[in-house]
């Protein structure tokens, strides 16, 4: 099976090119380095020439709602124009737990996303997931004198069990709103960020950081986690952290 993955250079992106792979089909990877910008369109047809199914993993880096609505509806009403002109026959989607819900200006980019989807010409899944393992570290990787930690609860789920879940959607008939993916355990985002830190033999100060408003008052009371059966991860965040640490001292050696 021939599957594209839009934003395959991306945290989640890379690693669903990688379980494709590893199951024997072939990856094809939707980005600027491979000369495909789905913000223009440019390269798109050729990219999906011969596709079977898309896993849509694009994102962008923004908490504005404008932007992050203007974003998925451009890149997506492209997504689904292109692979209805190619015969693409499954359109999968990453999405967010709750997204619907809570009134992050990010979320409303991705109701946009899932709405174009779900009324588009290709037949779908969206597989709507928790805040990954990996959120605490982007959180490290911003500069500055400190850390800011938002306060969230949430379940998180390590990417990699994300990437088989798109896999597993992609290579299966059309579900149209899959069950959520969540992770096995509740956590506190600054405890996270402040274990992880701590982990990696960091110094900075980790301040709790809350949202305001009404969307700040969801996250940090549990609006981001699942509100019916889910399927859950099996890998813990404090195993992941340990993950992390081994990979990090093996790349020192």
Same mark, same amino acid.
């Given at each position: 099976?021939?599957?594209?993955?839009?934003?395959?250079?991306?945290?989640?992106?890379?690693?669903?090119?990688?379980?494709?792979?590893?199951?024997?089909?072939?990856?094809v990877?939707?980005a600027?380095?491979? !000369?495909?910008?789905?913000?223009t369109?440019?390269?798109?047809?050729?990219?999906?020439a011969g596709?079977?199914?898309?896993?849509?993993?694009?994102?962008?880096?923004?908490?504005?709602?404008?932007?992050?609505?203007?974003?998925?509806?451009?890149?997506?009403?492209?997504?689904?124009?292109?692979?209805?002109?190619?015969?693409?026959?499954?359109?999968?989607?990453?999405?967010?737990?709750?997204?619907?819900?809570?009134d992050?200006?990010?979320?409303?980019?991705?109701?946009?996303?899932?709405?174009?989807v779900?009324?588009?010409?290709?037949?779908?899944?969206?597989?709507?997931?928790?805040?990954?393992?990996?959120?605490?570290?982007?959180?490290?990787?911003?500069?500055?004198?400190?850390?800011?930690?938002p306060?969230?609860?949430?379940?998180?789920?390590?990417?990699?069990?994300?990437?088989?879940?798109?896999?597993?959607?992609?290579?299966?008939?059309?579900?149209?709103?899959?069950?959520?993916?969540?992770?096995?355990?509740?956590?506190?985002?600054?405890?996270?960020?402040?274990?992880?830190?701590?982990?990696?033999?960091?110094?900075?100060?980790?301040?709790?950081?809350?949202?305001? !408003?009404?969307a700040?008052?969801?996250?940090?009371?549990?609006?981001?986690?699942?509100?019916g059966?889910?399927?859950?991860?099996?890998?813990?965040?404090?195993?992941?952290?340990?993950?992390?640490a081994?990979a990090?001292q093996?790349?020192?050696?």
């Open positions: 099976m021939r599957i594209a993955v839009a934003g395959g250079t991306g945290w989640a992106g890379r690693l669903v090119v990688d379980a494709i792979g590893e199951a024997g089909h072939e990856a990877v939707i600027r380095s491979q !000369g495909v910008d789905l913000t369109g440019q390269g798109l047809d050729a990219a999906l596709v079977d199914v898309v896993v849509d993993t694009t994102n962008i880096v923004t908490t504005n709602r404008a932007k992050a609505e203007e974003f998925f509806a451009a890149t997506t009403g492209r997504l689904l124009q292109a692979g209805q002109a190619a015969g693409v026959g499954h359109h999968v989607v990453l999405s967010i737990v709750n997204c619907d819900r809570v992050l200006g990010y979320y409303y980019g991705k109701r946009r996303q899932e709405a174009l779900a009324a588009g010409p290709v037949p779908y899944s969206i597989l709507r997931v928790t805040q990954f393992h990996e959120f605490a570290a982007q959180m490290l990787a911003r500069g500055g004198p400190i850390v800011l930690a306060r969230m609860l949430c379940r998180p789920i390590a990417l990699t069990e994300v990437a088989q879940a798109l896999l597993d959607l992609a290579v299966d008939r059309p579900a149209g709103l899959a069950p959520d993916l969540a992770g096995p355990e509740e956590q506190e985002m600054v405890s996270m960020i402040r274990r992880l830190h701590h982990a990696r033999g960091g110094r900075r100060p980790v301040v709790p950081l809350r949202i305001p !408003g009404a700040g008052r969801a996250v940090a009371g549990g609006g981001l986690l699942p509100l059966d889910a399927t859950l991860g099996a890998q813990t965040f404090d195993a992941w952290v340990e993950e992390d081994a990090r093996e790349d020192a050696v």
